[in-house]
């Protein structure tokens, strides 16, 4: 039997150690869709090689179309046959944005003890994800350094793209498919229910992200001669946008529900009966969602695909007047899928959609990915029980089954292509300003993070290897 309370002793005796390493992690600025930010992604990934070696891993930086991939083994020649555990997180972090909207530095993160007595730390990529694959890691560290092996056979690999589509890692994982042969995926990239309450995810979106251009028969005109008789992109694409919802809130494109399922009774049933305290919305300033007539929050969030506008540009962006009709003006949109949505479809009828409202003279330009399908997860499989096990034992609440508004591609091309089971957990809050200005983690969320996984590799040894 593993000895476990010396194992979460020596994480609480080095956690100090931890948590200077895992700061030392957040302050290389590893940028994934900035090109001044490739010397960062790098030693990054050299930075992680060396930990994961440095706990026994044999580990590697595997060069990709884009940003490399960190891959690390456990040591093979066990004659005990044990489960294969692959662990996936990703280091690289979103842009910082507006510096001026930061009252701390993003890349220069210490512990701060503020007025409600945590202890937090600031910088991108503190919380999504460095802190995420950080636990996991620590983990590792903590049970190798008391038991002198690993749990089970283990796989870790990073990913350096995720921030910026993930474009790389299908032909990775194609090439790599025997590397990663598992019996379990955990993916350490998901919310709590709550500060106290744990999760497992298991319902995620899909995602397509399209950006749409219209451009004028003119470059800029000048307003005042032009004004009354020439198109104008911005006015144009404005409408376009407007139109796509009708007061429901439903989406007006042609085919846009097809493959969408109604939720079953028992599900609905289930999810009405999580509390759904006003207090989710309020950390992220907000009173109440608006949702899609006729279905809850939480329906809405996980069961019900959106469109969303996630930025619009045109014209004069700068200061001063420049009264002028812009030659063109541009959208970007994302599109989160449920159920059977094709992604190809949706960026199909997107585009006939705007097609189809262009006035004469104007042409459009479109630019998309290939996007990713939704996915639903297992919620009674035996890693799921040791994960909802352990999660409870160290929380001292049962975890949350619960679906996401967000997407993993990874989670479908594991589970779809590779046939690996994924199980879904993670220890972000709605109100870590992930993607936003002054990201933030706090340190009892990193302690009981990686405690967690060594009681998940507890009740793994006790279910399913033993």
């Not at 009966?273 to 899609?292: K, Y």
């Not at 089971?421 to 990193?446: K, M, N």
Request: proline share 6%; hydrophobic share 40%; aromatic share 8%.
């Amino acid at each position: 039997m593993p000895d476990v309370e010396n194992v979460l002793r020596d994480i609480d005796d080095n956690f100090e150690v931890s948590v200077r390493k895992l700061l030392e992690l957040i302050s290389i600025p590893s940028v994934s869709n900035e090109i001044s930010g490739e010397p960062e992604i790098r030693r990054a990934a050299h930075w992680l090689k060396s930990e994961l070696s440095a706990i026994g891993l044999s580990a590697e930086i595997i060069q990709t179309n884009g940003h490399p991939v960190v891959l690390a083994s456990s040591p093979a020649g066990s004659m005990i046959e044990r489960p294969r555990l692959l662990f996936y997180g990703h280091y690289d972090v979103q842009p910082v944005g507006d510096l001026k909207q930061w009252t701390h530095s993003p890349f220069e993160p210490r512990v701060i003890e503020e007025e409600d007595g945590a202890h937090r730390f600031y910088g991108r990529g503190a919380s999504d994800s460095k802190s995420q694959l950080w636990t996991f890691i620590e983990a590792l560290r903590a049970w190798k350094s008391i038991e002198c092996s690993f749990p089970a056979d283990i796989i870790v690999m990073l990913e350096g793209e995720e921030e910026s589509g993930s474009a790389s890692l299908p032909a990775f994982i194609e090439a790599h498919r025997h590397d990663l042969q598992c019996d379990v995926a955990f993916i350490c990239d998901a919310e709590m229910w709550s500060p106290t309450q744990p999760a497992i995810t298991t319902r995620l979106k899909g995602l397509v992200h399209e950006r749409v251009t219209i451009l004028a028969p003119n470059p800029d005109l000048h307003s005042g001669h032009y004004g009354a008789v020439a198109a104008n992109p911005i006015r144009i694409l404005s409408n376009i946008l407007t139109d796509i919802h009708d007061k429901a809130g439903r989406v007006r494109i042609e085919g846009f529900y097809d493959g969408v399922r109604e939720i079953p009774d028992n599900l609905r049933r289930r999810w009405r009966g999580l509390e759904q305290d006003a207090g989710r919305f309020e950390e992220v300033n907000l009173s109440g969602g608006i949702t899609e007539e006729g279905y809850t929050t939480l329906e809405a969030m996980w069961a019900r695909p959106t469109v969303d506008m996630n930025g619009i540009t045109g014209g004069n962006q700068g200061p001063g007047g420049r009264s002028v009709l812009p030659g063109s003006a541009t959208a970007r949109l994302s599109f989160r899928l449920v159920d059977a949505q094709e992604p190809g479809k949706i960026r199909a009828g997107f585009r006939a959609y705007v097609e189809s409202k262009l006035p004469k003279g104007c042409t459009v330009e479109f630019e998309g990915d290939d996007g990713s399908p939704a996915v639903v997860l297992s919620h009674d499989s035996p890693f799921v029980a040791a994960a909802a096990h352990g999660l409870e034992r160290e929380w001292e609440t049962p975890a949350i089954l619960r679906g996401t508004g967000g997407a993993i591609p990874l989670v479908h091309q594991l589970s779809e292509v590779l046939g690996v089971e994924c199980v879904v957990i993670g220890f972000i809050l709605p109100g870590d300003s992930i993607h936003a200005p002054d990201e933030h983690y706090d340190t009892r969320r990193l302690r009981k993070g990686v405690r967690s996984w060594v009681r998940i590799f507890e009740e793994i040894q006790l279910r399913i290897a033993g």
